[in-house]
């Protein structure tokens, strides 16, 4: 009794999947896949339901999860296992932009049963362009601006000079520091030749940008 | 090898004896979590109350066996010379059956807990990276650079973490895999093999 997963897949493999990137698929995967297995395939749609949730940012609930995993008797590391899994699945192969057919296939040949993979490849399709967008944003930035604030003023006088008569503006940016992960301030103040070369300069830039989109 | 007690330890070991034997086994279960999570001063407090014996003895008698604990393991201590430097007590055969089962159950998570104290030059966490090409830039417009930047996490010892931000060209990755290619076949050769056989 192989319960439907083909002798072949048991092996290791040495064939390439594309939502693995074109590479082998990791043992771990292979054999959680055989735990996947044991819950029913309607669970296992609610199941993939939750993971993309905790994919997305909106938080999984683990009592759910508990309690759709309870009839199979997994245990805690088996639970576990499952929602690596999945999470897995779904993030490499949207990785790898793998269509959904493509995806149904390789899971098939690795022994997922026909059931799950109809359920899992279901929810991977709908959410497909919101976890991509979601991984796009979790990708690596350094520096991310986070704010602008600006100010105009105009200098009166000075110590060095009694009639100054002319106006400054003062730029506060917030940005994510490269290295560490807190915000950095930036205060600088420019007079207004040298603003408007910044200016000049930061709209060739953006002209460019839009080019590109 | 004999674990030798110095004559301090010898004493705050005595308070081991004037307790029952169940409540030994107790202290020696708080001191292996105490050696796990971090002592608690609360504990001792309580037990003195409950025993009438003062704070100061309770505490010195679970440091005590947290120390010959921690020796032991350090040393790796057979049973046999467990049981004869513990025999320099004098306490009951009893209690020396119930150290004796505290020390082997508990001797391979003490070296672990043992094996985190000392200095890590920091450690290979995780690395995210990306692929970017620079298009322009305000002195020259027009050029097609790729690179990639790559962003490090290391961790130092005692759940620190540091970042390291590099970026580099293709050729230069390319250069970096072959290399650590190289480093990860080198554990490949037969010197490497031998060297590994006999460290058991």
Known sequence: ?213 | MLLVLSEEHKEHLAFLPKVDTAVAAEFGRIAVEFLKKGTSPKIYEGAARKLNFPVETVQHGVEGLMFLLTESAKLMISEVDFQDSVLVLGFSEELNQVLLQLYLQHCSQIRSILSLLPPHPPAYCNLEWRLDVLLASRSLRQQVVPMVTMKLLLSTGGGNHSVRVVQTDPATLQHLITTLEAALASMKTNHARRILRNIK
């Open chain 1, 1 to 213: 009794m192989t319960f439907g997963i083909p002798l072949e897949s048991l092996q290791s493999t040495g064939r390439r999947f594309r939502f693995c990137g074109d590479l082998d698929c990791p043992d771990w995967v292979l054999a959680e896949i055989s735990t996947l297995a044991k819950i029913s395939s309607v669970k296992m749609k609610l199941l993939c339901a939750q993971v993309l949730r905790d994919l997305l940012g909106e938080g999984i609930d683990y009592d759910k999860v508990a309690k759709l995993t309870a009839d199979a008797k997994f245990e805690s590391g088996d639970i576990k296992a499952s929602v690596a899994v999945l999470s897995f699945i779904f993030c490499s192969a949207a990785k790898h932009d793998v269509d959904s057919e493509s995806l149904s296939s390789e899971l098939q040949q690795l022994g997922l049963p026909k059931e799950h993979t109809m359920g899992l490849c279901k929810s991977y399709e709908d959410k497909h362009s919101a976890l991509q967008d979601k991984l796009r944003e979790t990708s690596l930035r350094l520096g991310r601006l986070e704010s602008v604030s600006w100010r105009v003023d105009y200098t009166l006088g000075s110590s060095e000079l009694r009639e100054v008569n002319e106006p400054t503006v003062q730029l506060k940016l917030q940005a994510q520091g490269a290295e560490s992960c807190s915000t950095e301030t930036t205060v600088v103040s420019i007079s207004a030749d040298k603003f408007r070369v910044l200016l000049t300069e930061l709209k060739q830039a953006q002209a460019m940008m839009n080019a590109l989109q």
